[in-house]
């Protein structure tokens, strides 16, 4: 990795300085370790005699980054703003925006000890252990968007309204910032995206994750009850089916380098389909899925391409945080294609 990369390890000393004048209690030798996954901002566990905790940075200086990537500023915030919600998670302690002590912002939070399911099929469990978890995320998406934002204090957390036609401008500017050759499907989704936005008379504003994946929750060791959601990065306030369409394209990607339930025997693995899931969040929120639902998935796909086709970017660029980031970046072609195949169901042509 190049030199722009946050080095922890190598700024222990000066790490454990500035921990020792801002998070109280934090004394003894420090030991660190670099946690696996985080393919966008990286995260290390950090150890003393007295704390356990993780520092989670971005993966270089803010001016080699994207536009608008990376704000652990915000993961902060939310984090601090969630505290004692419906919504479980970690508690966050400093914020740290001075590149100099390990190359790169960072904030620092608790750690939480339980499990972390990488597939969504859930290996290794029961029918009934996994309909038990799949249930209990399910209630968390759905809590999260009938939070009141107003007494969190984050109703400046983003722009209301025009949630959908915003993002595609953001995550058009992205890939096109990012792309290293022509993928067809991509560019039928950029034009088509734009004007295929549903018109909404009242346009529905809530707390969205952004990135809401089984693999970003843990789970209380052997029980289906729910710890923690991580990974805030991509939070804002905007339409709640969006934030809910992009937790079910797991239901549509066939499992391989990325992990899916497509085409999987769901009923005898004691998962729901993605119908009855559907069907019991609207259920649980008041919300209704309705007509746009193919453009939701259609959406998505092109945003999660669009995010690994960054991901890739940063791997050229020396920057990955991810030793898989290139094969993150080919699923690029594959998201494009299905996006585009829910945009036909739609009525779209090429």
């Not at 597939?119 to 968390?140: I, K, Q, V």
Request: charged share 25%.
């Amino acid at each position: 990795m190049s030199g722009a990369f946050p080095a922890v390890e190598a700024n222990a000393a000066r790490l454990q300085a500035w921990l020792r004048a801002h998070l109280e209690g934090f004394d003894g030798e420090l030991r660190i370790e670099r946690l696996a996954g985080g393919r966008s901002n990286p995260g290390w566990r950090l150890r003393t005699s007295t704390r356990d905790c993780v520092l989670r940075a971005r993966p270089g200086p803010r001016e080699k980054l994207l536009p608008s990537a990376h704000a652990i500023e915000r993961e902060f915030r939310v984090q601090q703003a969630l505290a004692g919600s419906a919504v479980p998670v970690t508690t966050v302690h400093a914020l740290c925006e001075d590149e100099a002590i390990v190359g790169a912002g960072f904030y620092v939070m608790d750690f939480v000890e339980g499990e972390i399911f990488r597939d969504p099929a859930l290996p290794g469990l029961s029918p009934e252990g996994r309909a038990a978890r799949y249930d209990t995320m399910l209630a968390a998406i759905a809590e999260l968007h009938q939070l009141d934002i107003d007494a969190l204090g984050l109703r400046d957390f983003g722009r209301p309204g025009q949630y959908f036609a915003r993002q595609i401008d953001r995550w058009t500017r992205q890939y096109v910032a990012s792309r290293d050759g022509d993928i067809a499907a991509m560019d039928r989704l950029v034009a088509w995206l734009p004007g295929a936005v549903p018109r909404e008379d009242r346009e529905p504003v809530a707390l969205v994750h952004g990135d809401f994946r089984i693999d970003n929750l843990v789970f209380a060791h052997g029980q289906p009850r729910l710890r923690a959601v991580l990974d805030w990065e991509l939070s804002t306030l905007g339409h709640p089916l969006a934030d809910f369409g992009y937790h079910v394209m797991t239901w549509h990607i066939v499992p391989g380098f990325l992990a899916g339930l497509g085409g999987l025997e769901l009923e005898a693995l004691g998962i729901p389909g993605e119908q009855a899931y559907v069907h019991e969040y609207e259920r649980r929120t008041g919300l209704r899925v309705g007509e746009h639902w193919d453009f939701c998935l259609a959406y998505n796909l092109f945003r999660l391409a669009a995010i690994l086709q960054g991901v890739g970017a940063r791997a050229r660029a020396g920057m990955a945080t991810d030793p898989q980031a290139a094969r993150f970046a080919a699923q690029v072609p594959m998201l494009a294609e299905l996006g585009w195949r829910f945009a036909q169901r739609t009525g779209a042509t090429a």
